[in-house]
């Protein structure tokens, strides 16, 4: 599946609230959980402006049941901090050790969130068996690395950190192994062996201090120009966002991931935090919750920016205090799991508002669950609710939902029934349609539709009982369907699509 989403629809009138969030900081840092019940999470309100927001996670950290339930709920996406590297999956040359990667996408899978693969090709924590190889093996050995790594996690990591760092602050190449050895060409030779590994994945190139404008984002500009210019297979730029507040906000942060979008490259963020000098103060807290606030904006005004990753959510699993004695409280949430003020800022810069839900279009969201008992018959019975969490009614004549699948074998041409539904299956539509360009997961949607009628503030359309077929009856296997889910209880279902005539306004499209 891609992480990709380009039809976004945009809420108006966010800063009012934005400012409210970032100035009552003192209120926010002694607020209590952060996702209230009902409150929509970080990722759901990404997700209505067409984005996702993740989090990294590490192995240990999974036997943290209070960790596990914030990691699994307010997120829609998990990068692995380390379980995915060069130590980890190759400690020796052709011996593969994928269980820990394997626990984290185990993980996401059961929290119905997508993976970012980090990372394939990176100077540090390599093996020594690595840099002692001699130079005339180390592409092989390289693309060999990738060919297993990426082909491991073939559908199951929706993006790759192919080539992680390859820049020193200056602009120059760094050297590695790989730069030793094919000096810049490994990054080509990098990205094609991901390619032609896993061709559904997303291919990034991911490097820190390039998130504005200057020496180190000049140089990446100019290399995936060039990757673009040749057709080398990359998809993607991701800027890490490790930022500090005594450095300042970087400069141009959101023209400098305008001109990569514009190379017709999907930007995100993806590992962001913003550290400071320990103690931390309310000044440095209200400091980190405006740059957490301006990376937000800067990532939702461009039209490309897929998404935005934190580099773990809490302070209490921080690399930073490692890496920077004295530094530290650079995440989200506090060592105890609690929300800091940069938590309200986000939400606010992602267009909540404060409750109540929002009004409009903008409130709309889908629920789902499967009503199969086979996941391999001839049928597909998706059980969908449209739920108005806003304020004032909507009118259902431009409102559209998709349940996004695969034909598999078989016709290409589809039956749709409506067995029940309390508005009464006369007053739904519904059809098969293809779509022009598959993607992993989905070659074909089902769209419901309603003919007239309005659903009032806070209530819900209740069960729609969908079913499809092919016209010669043939089997599908629904366990890749990019909407399919095992769940038999209703929940929110960002993989069903909203749209109010034809705009997205709730999910993300596969
Ligand atoms: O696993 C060993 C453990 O056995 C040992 O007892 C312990 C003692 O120090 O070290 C453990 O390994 C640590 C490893 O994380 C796993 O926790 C390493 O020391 C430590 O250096 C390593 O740090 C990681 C760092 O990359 C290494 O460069 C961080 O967790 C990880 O968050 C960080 O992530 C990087 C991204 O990959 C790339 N961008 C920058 C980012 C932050 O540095």
Redesign the pocket.
Known sequence: MSLTKRSTRRRPGRSAVLLLAVCGVAAALTAGPAAAAGQETLHDLASAQGRYFGS?T?N?ELSDSAYTDTLGSEFGQITP??SM?WDTTEPQQGRFDFARGDAITGFAQAHGQTVRG??LV?H??LPGWVSALPSAQVEAAMVNHITEVAGHYRGSVAAWDVV??PFNDDGTFRTSPFYDAMGSDYIATALRAAHAADPDARLYI?D?NTEGLGAKSDAMYDLVSGLVAEGVPVDGVGF?G?LAVQYGFPGGMRQNLQRFADLGLDVAVT?LDVRMQLPAGAAGLATQATYYRDVVEACLGVERCVGITV??YTDKYS?VP??FPGQGAANLYDDNLRPKPAYAAVRAALGDDGGGGPAGPGALRARYRSNDSSVSDNQIKPGLQLVNTGGAAVDLSGVTLRYWFTGDNGASSYGTWCDWSPLGCSTLTHRVAAMSSPHTGADHYLEVGFGSGSLAPGTSTGEMQLRLSKTDWSNFDETDDYSHGAGDSYADAPKVTVYVDGELVWGLEP
């Open positions: 990294a590490d240990p901090g380390n590297k980090h990372t990176w540090s924590q992680n760092e991911n820190y890490q490790h590992e580099w773990d690399w490692g890496a």
